[in-house]
């Protein structure tokens, strides 16, 4: 809907899955917002989807606990150090928190996908443990976390894309279930070389 300049007003359901980061760009929308965050939503959640953050305290961020999506970019540059997503949220968009300095991340318990580029270049990002529900990587979702030496991911995973963990310090992984498990996820190419610890033993990645 770029430059969509007579759009005022959007209507989005708990359907909605990924929003990218200019779907809605050059567009006159009204906003809810709520702790310098605009939102997208509907007359009984307005908070329903995170889309941009504007001048945000660097060391917190508040994100409405009734938000199901962080849509693509909505975070991108912010300068924020610490963020704690709410367990509303189930989608977190490509690029979302991309180069924000992240060094401390609690993801939602209820979380499903995680988009690319979404964490990517926060370089003092040291640990992340996925959520028991997470099924979907999207490619260079951590990528240049440079520090980054330490993932737990999840048995709920089916897809992995594109080299998710790029320009990282991990060389071992642990996965929280079976190494037949593990071979039943689809995964593209990686140019990461790491020791995959599976329940019963170890795997290659």
Same mark, same amino acid.
């Given at each position: 809907?770029?430059?969509?300049?007579?759009?005022?007003?959007v209507?989005?359901?708990?359907?909605?899955r990924?929003?990218?980061?200019?779907?809605?760009?050059?567009?006159?929308?009204?906003?809810t917002v709520?702790?310098?965050?605009?939102?997208?939503?509907?007359?009984?959640n307005?908070?329903?989807?995170?889309?941009?953050?504007?001048?945000?305290?660097?060391?917190n961020?508040?994100?409405?606990?009734?938000?199901l999506?962080?849509?693509?970019?909505?975070? #991108?540059?912010?300068?924020?150090?610490? $963020?704690v997503? @709410? %367990?509303? =949220?189930?989608? /977190?968009?490509?690029? !979302? *928190?991309?180069?924000c300095?992240?060094?401390?991340i609690?993801?939602?318990?209820?979380?499903?996908?995680l988009?690319?580029?979404?964490?990517? #270049?926060?370089?003092?990002?040291t640990? $992340?443990?996925l @959520? %028991?529900? =997470?099924?979907? /990587?999207?490619?260079? !979702? *951590?990528?240049?976390?440079?520090?980054?030496?330490?993932?737990?991911l999840?048995?709920?995973?089916?897809?992995?894309?594109?080299?998710?963990?790029?320009?990282?310090?991990?060389?071992?992984?642990?996965?929280?279930?079976?190494?037949?498990?593990?071979?039943?996820?689809?995964?593209?190419?990686?140019?990461?070389?790491?020791?995959?610890?599976?329940?019963?033993g170890?795997?290659?990645?």
């Amino acid at each position: 809907f770029e430059n969509c300049e007579s759009l005022t007003h959007v209507s989005i359901y708990e359907e909605i899955r990924d929003i990218y980061g200019s779907a809605f760009k050059f567009c006159p929308l009204e906003f809810t917002v709520y702790n310098n965050v605009e939102y997208l939503g509907n007359s009984e959640n307005p908070y329903l989807v995170a889309v941009s953050a504007n001048d945000l305290d660097e060391d917190n961020c508040t994100i409405a606990d009734t938000c199901l999506v962080i849509g693509g970019n909505a975070f #991108e540059s912010s300068g924020i150090n610490e $963020i704690v997503i @709410p %367990d509303s =949220v189930k989608h /977190i968009c490509g690029g !979302a *928190f991309r180069r924000c300095g992240l060094s401390s991340i609690t993801l939602p318990k209820n979380l499903l996908t995680l988009g690319g580029e979404c964490f990517r #270049e926060n370089g003092s990002l040291t640990q $992340i443990v996925l @959520p %028991d529900t =997470v099924t979907f /990587i999207g490619t260079y !979702a *951590f990528k240049e976390c440079y520090d980054l030496t330490t993932v737990n991911l999840p048995s709920s995973l089916k897809e992995i894309e594109n080299d998710p963990f790029m320009a990282t310090d991990i060389s071992e992984m642990i996965y929280n279930g079976t190494k037949a498990q593990w071979e039943t996820i689809t995964k593209e190419a990686s140019g990461t070389s790491a020791v995959v610890h599976c329940t019963d033993g170890d795997v290659e990645f």
